[in-house]
Each structure stands twice: as structure tokens, then as C-alpha cells.
């Protein structure tokens, strides 16, 4: 029973570091830095999850969102849609740009990967 315990403790320390080693090896540029920026402030509130069980209003972004095509990303930042602000009077030529490289450095879920 005790050693159960310990068996537990020793894995739960083991993921921990492994989640954070994961979260810091990414590299990116400057211009990526700045894109996620923006898109904590602007796109995070319905695009990023607040808590693990809350679910976001919009659809969560990563390299594969708008057919992974930058243009169709880009029409729908600027002019939104029924349910999302457009963003043409908001945000600059190159923040949109920033926010589309970051995005584009977002991996797919294993999960969305699967329910497609
Ligand atoms: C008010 C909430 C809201 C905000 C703020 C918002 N979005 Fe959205 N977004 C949505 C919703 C909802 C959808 C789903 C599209 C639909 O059903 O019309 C969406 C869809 C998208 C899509 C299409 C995804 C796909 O693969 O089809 C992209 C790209 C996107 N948003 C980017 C952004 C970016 C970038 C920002 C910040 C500049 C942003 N959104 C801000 C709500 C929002």
C-alpha cells in the first residue's frame, strides 16, 4: 500500500516536469512572441480555454484552423463572422500577420486530430 504511494508520487513528479519541459521548448521568433501577445489580448477570451473544463466560445486555433490556408485565416480576422468581430479597424496589416504566424506554430490536439 505504501509503496503505491510512493510509486504515484514519483509519476505525478515525473509528468509535472515533463508538461513544463514541454511548455519551454518551443522557440519563437519575435514576431511569433508578439502574434501570441495579441492573441492572449484580442482572441484569447473566446479562443483560448480559461480552465481545462471550461469550453471556449470559439474554436480552438492551431496550424490546421481555417484549412491551414494564412488567407482564409486573414478574410476571417478581418471580417469575422456571424458569431466573430471583425478585426480589420482594430488590428494592424502585421499584428494580423504576427497572430497568423503564431497561430501556425500552434500543434493540432491528438484529440481534434482524431475526431476529424
Ligand atoms: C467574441 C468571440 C471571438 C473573438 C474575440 C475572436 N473569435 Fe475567432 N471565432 C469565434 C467563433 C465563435 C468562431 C467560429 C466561427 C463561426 O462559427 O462563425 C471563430 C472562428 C475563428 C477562425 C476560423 C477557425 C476555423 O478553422 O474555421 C479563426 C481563424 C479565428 N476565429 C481567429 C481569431 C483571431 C485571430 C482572433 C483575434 C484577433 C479571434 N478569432 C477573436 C469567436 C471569436
Redesign the pocket.
Given at each position: 500500500m505504501m509503496r503505491n504511494t510512493v510509486v504515484a508520487m514519483v509519476l505525478a513528479c515525473a509528468l509535472t516536469t515533463g508538461a513544463a519541459a514541454q511548455s519551454t521548448s518551443t522557440t519563437l521568433t519575435e514576431k511569433q512572441i508578439h502574434g501570441r501577445q495579441?492573441?492572449a489580448q484580442?482572441?484569447?477570451?473566446?479562443?483560448l480555454q480559461a480552465s481545462l473544463n471550461a469550453n471556449?466560445?470559439?474554436?480552438p486555433?492551431n496550424k490546421?484552423?481555417?484549412?491551414a490556408n494564412n488567407e482564409?485565416?486573414r478574410i476571417?480576422?478581418m471580417e469575422?463572422?456571424?458569431?466573430?468581430?471583425a478585426?480589420k479597424h482594430?488590428?494592424k496589416t502585421a499584428?494580423?500577420d504576427a497572430?497568423?504566424d503564431y497561430?501556425r506554430t500552434v500543434p493540432v490536439p491528438a484529440a481534434t486530430t482524431a475526431a476529424r
Open positions: 495579441l492573441f484580442s482572441c484569447g477570451i473566446c479562443h471556449t466560445y470559439g474554436p486555433l490546421a484552423s481555417a484549412n482564409v485565416m476571417f480576422i469575422g463572422s456571424a458569431r466573430m468581430p478585426f482594430y488590428l499584428d494580423v497572430i497568423i497561430v
